[in-house]
């Protein structure tokens, strides 16, 4: 399967980047000018009020959504007609957005934990970059969905979706974390 928007990549049980290791990735845009995606499945220990008081009472874990601009925030959610300037990644799921209109939702309480996922920086690519990266079996390609996104126990998330992949890929689960230890 070709890498896509609203795809994910699932890293094959080698990889052992820190920030990479048996991650999955949403893809969130994928053209000729390269990709931008956010690992979805790596919460950190930083909740949102320790990077800033702009949303009080609201107070998510905060995702490390990969090593390029850590210094930003970035977000996903589910209220692409209401936040203006949203990018549609997938239907139901976009990114990005007016934050003040993601301020006013959530003061309003029309915006939960199940609707938004805030992320330290990004994933990204230069263009052919990620293709090379699939000819050397880094990653898989698989399809999703805006529920599933939301749905993924973020621990667990890599394994139940490689288990999920078939008996081929299963053994994976059970690939030392780091093969050097073994």
Do not use: C
């Not at 909740?47 to 990969?66: A, K, M, N, V, W």
């Not at 239907?91 to 609707?115: F, M, N, P, S």
């Amino acid at each position: 399967m070709k890498p896509a928007s609203g795809r994910i990549l699932v890293s094959e049980p080698s990889l052992t980047d820190r920030f990479f290791a048996r991650s999955v990735v949403l893809l969130a845009e994928h053209d000729d000018d390269g990709s931008f995606g956010l690992i979805v499945n790596k919460p950190s220990e930083i909740r949102l009020s320790q990077i800033t008081d702009e949303f009080p009472g609201f107070d998510p874990h905060i995702y490390l959504g990969g090593p390029v601009k850590v210094e930003n925030l970035y977000f996903i959610h589910t209220k692409g007609d209401e936040i203006e300037g949203s990018m549609k990644i997938m239907e139901g799921l976009y990114w990005g957005g007016d934050v003040e209109k993601v301020r006013q939702l959530i003061y309003q309480k029309k915006i939960t934990e199940k609707d938004i996922r805030f992320f330290i920086g990004y994933a990204g690519w230069q263009p052919t970059q990620l293709d090379k990266e699939l000819s050397e079996n880094s990653w898989l390609v698989l399809n999703t969905t805006a529920d599933e996104v939301f749905k993924f126990q973020a621990e667990s998330a890599w394994r139940r979706i490689v288990i999920s992949m078939g008996e081929e890929y299963a053994k994976w689960v059970n690939y030392p974390e780091d093969p050097q230890l073994n």
